[in-house]
Protein backbone atom coordinates (compact mmCIF):
# COMPACT_ATOMS: atom_id res chain seq x y z
CA UNK A 1 0.00 0.00 0.00
CA UNK A 2 1.26 3.37 -1.04
CA UNK A 3 -0.20 6.78 -0.23
CA UNK A 4 0.59 9.84 -1.88
CA UNK A 5 0.60 13.51 -0.83
CA UNK A 6 1.18 16.19 -3.18
CA UNK A 7 2.32 19.50 -2.61
CA UNK A 8 3.91 23.13 -3.80
CA UNK A 9 0.83 23.66 -5.90
CA UNK A 10 -0.45 27.36 -6.14
CA UNK A 11 -0.85 30.52 -7.98
CA UNK A 12 1.68 31.79 -10.14
CA UNK A 13 2.09 34.42 -13.44
CA UNK A 14 2.43 33.59 -17.09
CA UNK A 15 6.66 32.58 -17.54
CA UNK A 16 6.94 31.64 -13.91
CA UNK A 17 7.70 28.32 -12.18
CA UNK A 18 6.76 25.91 -9.67
CA UNK A 19 7.85 22.97 -8.28
CA UNK A 20 5.39 20.15 -6.94
CA UNK A 21 6.60 17.56 -4.64
CA UNK A 22 4.67 14.42 -3.59
CA UNK A 23 5.59 12.45 -1.11
CA UNK A 24 5.30 8.78 -0.55
CA UNK A 25 4.84 6.52 2.32
CA UNK A 26 6.06 3.05 2.30
CA UNK A 27 9.44 1.32 2.53
CA UNK A 28 9.12 0.36 -1.74
CA UNK A 29 8.99 3.94 -2.90
CA UNK A 30 12.05 3.17 -4.94
CA UNK A 31 9.99 -0.41 -6.75
CA UNK A 32 7.50 1.85 -8.38
CA UNK A 33 6.63 4.16 -11.68
CA UNK A 34 5.62 7.14 -10.75
CA UNK A 35 3.96 9.75 -13.20
CA UNK A 36 2.06 13.01 -12.91
CA UNK A 37 -1.19 13.82 -14.55
CA UNK A 38 -3.41 16.97 -14.09
CA UNK A 39 -7.41 17.58 -14.89
CA UNK A 40 -8.92 21.12 -15.84
CA UNK A 41 -12.18 21.95 -14.97
CA UNK A 42 -14.37 20.19 -17.76
CA UNK A 43 -11.83 17.89 -18.91
CA UNK A 44 -10.83 14.24 -18.64
CA UNK A 45 -7.36 13.81 -16.34
CA UNK A 46 -4.25 13.59 -19.42
CA UNK A 47 -0.73 12.51 -18.83
CA UNK A 48 1.65 14.77 -18.30
CA UNK A 49 5.04 12.77 -17.18
CA UNK A 50 6.13 9.61 -16.42
CA UNK A 51 9.49 8.09 -14.51
CA UNK A 52 10.75 4.57 -14.22
CA UNK A 53 11.34 2.89 -11.02
CA UNK A 54 14.67 2.73 -9.03
CA UNK A 55 17.21 5.18 -10.63
CA UNK A 56 14.63 6.80 -12.45
CA UNK A 57 17.00 6.54 -15.46
CA UNK A 58 13.80 6.89 -17.83
CA UNK A 59 11.69 9.61 -18.09
CA UNK A 60 9.06 10.99 -20.81
CA UNK A 61 6.68 13.76 -21.39
CA UNK A 62 3.61 14.57 -23.11
CA UNK A 63 4.04 16.95 -25.80
CA UNK A 64 2.68 19.50 -24.31
CA UNK A 65 4.91 20.01 -21.50
CA UNK A 66 8.45 18.62 -23.19
CA UNK A 67 11.16 21.06 -22.45
CA UNK A 68 9.23 23.37 -19.87
CA UNK A 69 8.39 20.64 -16.97
CA UNK A 70 10.76 17.99 -15.87
CA UNK A 71 10.08 14.99 -13.41
CA UNK A 72 12.82 13.41 -10.61
CA UNK A 73 12.84 11.27 -7.95
CA UNK A 74 14.77 11.16 -4.36
CA UNK A 75 14.92 7.65 -3.49
CA UNK A 76 15.86 8.30 -0.02
CA UNK A 77 13.07 10.76 0.57
CA UNK A 78 10.66 9.16 -0.69
CA UNK A 79 9.49 11.93 -3.00
CA UNK A 80 9.12 12.81 -7.01
CA UNK A 81 9.22 16.27 -8.09
CA UNK A 82 7.73 18.01 -10.58
CA UNK A 83 9.54 21.53 -11.95
CA UNK A 84 7.69 23.11 -14.04
CA UNK A 85 8.59 25.82 -16.18
CA UNK A 86 7.63 28.44 -18.98
CA UNK A 87 4.30 27.65 -17.49
CA UNK A 88 1.31 29.28 -19.63
CA UNK A 89 -2.38 29.47 -18.65
CA UNK A 90 -3.11 26.36 -20.35
CA UNK A 91 -1.24 24.80 -17.73
CA UNK A 92 -3.54 25.18 -15.08
CA UNK A 93 -5.33 22.69 -13.58
CA UNK A 94 -5.36 20.09 -10.58
CA UNK A 95 -1.86 17.85 -10.85
CA UNK A 96 -1.96 14.37 -9.54
CA UNK A 97 1.22 12.21 -8.60
CA UNK A 98 0.00 8.43 -9.15
CA UNK A 99 2.57 5.15 -8.52
CA UNK A 100 2.53 2.07 -10.38
CA UNK A 101 4.22 -1.13 -11.22
CA UNK A 102 7.27 -0.40 -13.55
CA UNK A 103 5.92 -2.16 -16.39
CA UNK A 104 4.31 -0.43 -19.60
CA UNK A 105 4.64 2.99 -21.07
CA UNK A 106 3.37 5.03 -17.87
CA UNK A 107 1.23 6.93 -20.10
CA UNK A 108 -2.31 5.71 -19.11
CA UNK A 109 -4.54 5.98 -16.01
CA UNK A 110 -4.86 2.51 -15.54
CA UNK A 111 -1.40 1.81 -15.26
CA UNK A 112 -0.97 3.37 -12.01
CA UNK A 113 -2.89 1.55 -8.83
CA UNK A 114 -1.95 4.91 -5.87
CA UNK A 115 -3.33 8.34 -6.54
CA UNK A 116 -2.70 11.32 -4.27
CA UNK A 117 -5.42 14.20 -3.56
CA UNK A 118 -4.27 16.69 -6.27
CA UNK A 119 -2.83 20.15 -5.87
CA UNK A 120 -4.33 23.19 -7.41
CA UNK A 121 -1.75 24.88 -10.41
CA UNK A 122 -3.29 28.16 -11.32
CA UNK A 123 -1.57 30.28 -14.09
CA UNK A 124 -2.73 33.69 -14.32
CA UNK A 125 -2.29 35.70 -17.43
Known amino acids: QVQLVESGGGLVQAGGSLRLSCAASGRTFSSYRMGWFRQAPGKEREFVAT?????????FYADSVKGRFTISRDNAENTVYLQMNSLKPEDTAVYYC?????????????????WGQGTQVTVSS
Open 51 to 59: ITAWSGGST
Open 98 to 114: AAGPNIGAGTRRYEYNY
